[in-house]
Structure formats: C-alpha cells, structure tokens
Nanobody, 118 residues
Framework: QLQLVEAGGGSVQPGGSLRLSCAPS????????AGWYRRAAGKQRELVAT??????SYADSVKGRFTISRDSAQNMLYLQMNSLKLEDTAVYYC?????????????WGQGTQVTVSS
C-alpha cells in the first residue's frame, strides 16, 4: 500500500553523473531518518548514504562523489551521484520514514537500476 517510488536510474559511462529521486506514493517524509541503499550483483545490500537529525553520512566507497539531500517542500529525497565508477553498478533503493495522517511508516522503494559501463 505504501511505498517509495524511485526514479532517475539508467546507463552511464564511467565518470558520468546521475541524480536519483524518491517520493512516497502517499503521505509525507518524516523529520529524521532517510537513506539510500544499493545491491550489486553477487553482493549483499549496503548502505550508501543516510540523512538524520545528526547530519549526513556516506559509505567510504562513495564519499566525496555522492550527496544525499531532501526537499521537504517538494516531498522529495535525492541522491546525486557524480564521478560514477564501474563498481557503482547496482540497484539503488531509498528508505525513509513516511507520515500518513497520524501513522508513521518505515517505507522502502522497489529500486532503480544504475549501470555504469564503458
């Protein structure tokens, strides 16, 4: 019933950029916690970037290249990805607290494919 919808994935050459977006199918993002995860072929899901009341944090592998941000007015979560590498190829998932009326949900997206190839 409640899910996050990701967009912006695609195929790009090494060194290129993509911006992923995420929005809830209903409700609004909560105030505190949001993040992006990814799962590459043959690997476990890993946490890429998080945003909380204490700021932002990033996996070492993407630090300096990726930026997580949130636009509360537009009810949108973003992941800006620059200087993409072959090893960034994965399905990317957003995760966030979503408020629907008085209820609070931990919501996930279905994932968007990012492919970096030469």
């Amino acid at each position: 019933q409640l899910q996050l919808v990701e967009a912006g994935g695609g195929s790009v050459q090494p060194g290129g950029s993509l911006r992923l977006s995420c929005a809830p199918s209903r409700g609004i993002f909560g105030l505190y916690v949001a993040g992006w995860y990814r799962r590459a072929a043959g690997k476990q899901r890993e946490l890429v970037a998080t945003m909380s009341d204490q700021g932002t944090s990033y996996a070492d592998s993407v630090k300096g290249r990726f930026t997580i941000s949130r636009d509360s007015a537009q009810n949108m979560l973003y992941l800006q990805m620059n200087s993409l590498k072959l090893e960034d190829t994965a399905v990317y998932y957003c995760n966030a607290e979503v408020i629907v009326g008085e209820a609070v949900y931990d919501a996930w997206g279905q994932g968007t494919q990012v492919t970096v190839s030469s």
